[in-house]
Nanobody, 123 residues
Framework: QVQLVESGGGLVQPGGSLRLSCVAS????????MGWFRQAPGKEREFVAG????????YYADSVKGRFTISREGAKNTVNLQMNSLGPEDTAVYYC????????????????WGQGTQVTVSS
């Protein structure tokens, strides 16, 4: 069993930055894909970024490439999402998730989820 707890959300002005963190408790296998998803009001949950726990391969949605960076801190069982050049379109609840079977952009493939953290980009 894995539990995920996100932190770091908040209100930021357009063009600003935020850093989200996800602390995982329980066993994380090297093949696990740790992902970030987001869901805006009235929209489906969408994949944002992912990192393979063991080798560190990273994956990004086209909409965030060049602006967001995902990283992991193995000793702390933590996955971070550095978000730069934020715009109103990035406003959403952001969720951390774990997929025991590796890379996927489909939310249904993920086994564990955090409670979510709100990110609001507004002037």
């Amino acid at each position: 069993q894995v539990q995920l707890v996100e932190s770091g959300g908040g209100l930021v002005q357009p063009g600003g930055s935020l850093r989200l963190s996800c602390v995982a408790s329980g066993r994380i296998f090297s093949s696990t894909l740790m992902g970030w998803f987001r869901q805006a009001p009235g929209k489906e949950r969408e994949f944002v970024a992912g990192i393979r726990w063991g080798v560190g391969n990273t994956y990004y949605a086209d909409s965030v490439k060049g602006r967001f960076t995902i990283s992991r801190e193995g000793a702390k069982n933590t996955v971070n999402l550095q978000m730069n050049s934020l715009g109103p379109e990035d406003t959403a609840v952001y969720y951390c998730a774990a997929n025991r079977n590796g890379y996927s952009t489909m939310s249904a493939s993920y086994d564990y989820w955090g409670q979510g953290t709100q990110v609001t980009v507004s002037s």
